[in-house]
Every structure is written in structure tokens, then in C-alpha cells.
């Protein structure tokens, strides 16, 4: 089968055997697959989502081919799925059972690709590790990323009384209040969590999904409530930047990194499982989206990560085997 690999020189389309399954894997049938930030490091076989010369790929929608004598769920082959992994840019990949979940009926294997990473790594990050209840202010940074775009739109159904977006760009940051945004602010201005202040009535925001890092930490505690949440889920920013400890102490923040690099299985399977739980509804009656920017073939998925390096895209960039 066609697949992208990682190697020193970077994504490679080559020709590689078709997995099998192990007892707790699903084989996939891919028709389309997800870009995601993570692969451009991946394609180098560097931060830690995959091992050099291993199949790149987070996200992918399909058609079930095989299941492992061990699989639950009620997995049969010709079932449509979404899928969150490793090895999406293939023809063919294999996935524990427990990061499957149904593609709802009538959804497009396109439509299908944007969704497993945005929505289970929003929902970890908003209602897991950030405790947005009912009535929360929020925060989301970096948001005009496919990623981003998913937690406005959560944080919206979920009950937040308050949504604010941030984007460096005037035309992604115009687009925000499409997906839920009360407000688009943009850090490049020094006044900022001002800003955000101003828009709380002084109070701060009670959770910030922060994917940006770098220089933005002292702002994001600067606009966060006393006894706010601050989920650090990216670092596109940079991965070091200033840190005033007075001003962490003082508003009493929780300060939470997550990452799926060094999670178990079992952790892995119960985050899909409550995000399901919380949002199968709301998936299938079309309230969750993602708009796709642009779709590629998977012989081009070299040119599709060149798009996405450039940084003007709006949305998800999609493959297709």
C-alpha cells in the first residue's frame, strides 16, 4: 500500500506491506485523512509521535476491514468510523478499538477526517483538565487552528457564558464569531489581557486553552480569574518564555500541561469515551464542524504539509488515498 513516512530528509510517500491487526486493533479502510501540527515534526521522526520510518498520521476516517479477537464496541467490517492514532497517512491503518468512534449517518469520510483530534483534545483540555462548568468564562489561544476553532465551538454548547478567541491574523480572527466567539482579540497588541479583562467586568476568564506558549503565559495569568484553569495544550509559540511566579501565587492558577505522547492505552480510551459520551449528539446533529481549507491526494501529501508550514490556511487540509 501507499503510505508517508518519516525520514531524515522528511515525509516520503512510499510503497509499504499492509498492517495487520493486533487482538485490540481495528484495520481501517482510509478515505480520507487529517493534517495535523504535530506531523510536520513527525515527518522528521521527532516529537514523539512516531519512531523514524513509522507511518505519520493522527486523525483519519474509514471503512472498517478487520477487527482483532479482542476488539469491543461491535466493530464490524463496512462499519464508517473516525479514528485518532497513529498512521493515518495510508491507505490502510490500524487503531485501538477504544479510539473508534461511528461516523453518524450522512457525514462525508471528509467531514469525518477534521473531527477525532479537534474534538477529543478540546474536550480533554475544556472539560477534563480545565473544569469548565455552566456559566465559565474561556479563552481559547491560538484560536483560528482546526484544533481551536473545535474548542469555541465546545465551549460554546457546553455552556460557557462567555467565548474569547485570539488569532495574530485580521481575516482568521474576522472568522472566529462563525464558531462561537463572543470575542477576537489579537495578542500582538501589547493590550490584550486588557482586553479580556475589560470584557469580564475585571474578573478574568475561569479557563484558558492555551496552544500558543512562548511569550503569552504572563498575559494568560494576567486575564485569569482568581482560581482560573490554564490547559497548556501547544506550544506554537515557542516552548520557553517569561514566567511571573508573584502573579501565578497571587491569582491562585492552575497551571496544567496535557500531551498524548505519554498517556496509557486504558487513559487514551477512557478520554474517548467521555468525550463520545458528552458529544455523540451533538456530532451527529451537525452543531460540531470544521471547515476543510483544502484536500490533497495522498501522493501530494508533501505539498499538503508545505500548505500547512505556510500558515495561511483556515480550517483542516485533508488527504485522500
Known amino acids: 500500500m501507499k503510505a508517508g513516512i518519516s525520514t531524515e530528509k522528511g515525509l516520503e510517500i512510499r510503497d509499504i506491506p499492509q498492517p495487520a491487526p493486533q487482538p485490540n486493533e481495528i484495520l481501517v479502510r482510509v478515505r480520507a485523512a487529517g493534517l495535523n501540527r504535530a506531523d510536520l515534526n513527525a515527518a522528521f521522526g521527532k516529537g514523539g509521535h512516531g519512531a523514524m520510518g513509522a507511518v505519520i498520521g493522527l486523525d483519519w476516517s474509514g471503512e472498517v476491514v478487520e477487527t482483532g479477537k479482542e476488539v469491543q464496541g461491535g466493530?464490524?467490517?463496512g462499519d464508517r468510523v473516525m479514528c485518532a492514532g497513529a498512521g493515518g497517512?495510508?491507505?490502510?491503518?490500524?487503531?485501538?478499538w477504544g479510539r473508534v468512534v461511528p461516523m453518524p449517518n450522512g457525514m462525508s469520510f471528509e467531514d469525518a477526517a477534521t473531527l477525532p483530534v479537534a474534538i477529543a483534545t478540546m474536550h480533554d483540555a475544556l472539560i477534563t483538565n480545565g473544569r469548565m462548568k455552566k456559566g465559565d468564562a474561556v479563552l481559547i489561544q491560538g484560536a483560528s487552528a482546526g484544533v481551536g476553532l473545535m474548542g469555541l465551538q465546545?465551549?460554546?454548547?457546553l455552556g460557557a457564558r462567555l467565548v474569547i478567541g485570539t488569532s495574530t491574523n485580521a481575516g482568521r480572527r474576522a472568522r472566529l464569531k462563525e464558531f462561537g466567539a463572543d470575542l477576537a482579540i489579537d495578542t500582538t497588541d501589547?493590550?490584550?489581557?486588557?482586553?479580556?479583562?475589560?470584557?469580564?467586568?475585571?474578573?478574568?476568564?475561569?479557563?484558558?486553552v492555551d496552544q500558543v506558549a512562548g511569550g503569552v503565559m504572563n498575559g494568560n495569568m494576567k486575564c485569569a480569574a482568581i482560581l482560573g484553569r490554564i490547559v497548556n495544550v501547544g506550544r506554537?509559540?515557542?516552548?520557553?518564555?517569561?514566567?511571573?511566579?508573584?502573579?501565578?501565587?497571587?491569582?491562585?492558577?492552575?497551571?496544567i500541561g496535557v500531551t498524548h505522547r505519554t498517556r496509557s492505552v486504558d487513559e487514551l480510551r477512557e478520554e474517548t469515551r467521555v468525550m463520545w459520551r458528552d458529544l455523540a449528539d451533538a456530532v451527529a446533529a451537525g452543531?460540531?464542524?470544521l471547515p476543510i481549507d483544502r484536500t490533497f491526494p495522498l501522493a501530494e501529501a508533501v505539498a499538503a504539509q508545505a500548505h500547512m508550514k505556510a500558515n495561511q490556511h483556515f480550517g483542516k487540509i485533508l488527504l485522500i488515498p
Not at 497517512?89 to 485501538?96: N, Q, R, S, T
Request: avoid cysteine; glycine fraction near 8%.
Open 236 to 255: 506554537l509559540g515557542g516552548t520557553a518564555g517569561e514566567f511571573d511566579y508573584n502573579l501565578h501565587a497571587q491569582r491562585r492558577i492552575a497551571y
Open 75 to 77: 466493530f464490524k467490517p
Open 287 to 289: 452543531k460540531l464542524r
Open 154 to 157: 465546545i465551549a460554546k454548547l
Open 190 to 208: 501589547p493590550s490584550w489581557p486588557d482586553q479580556v479583562l475589560k470584557a469580564t467586568d475585571g474578573k478574568g476568564v475561569d479557563v484558558i
Open 89 to 96: 497517512y495510508a491507505e490502510f491503518a490500524v487503531v485501538d
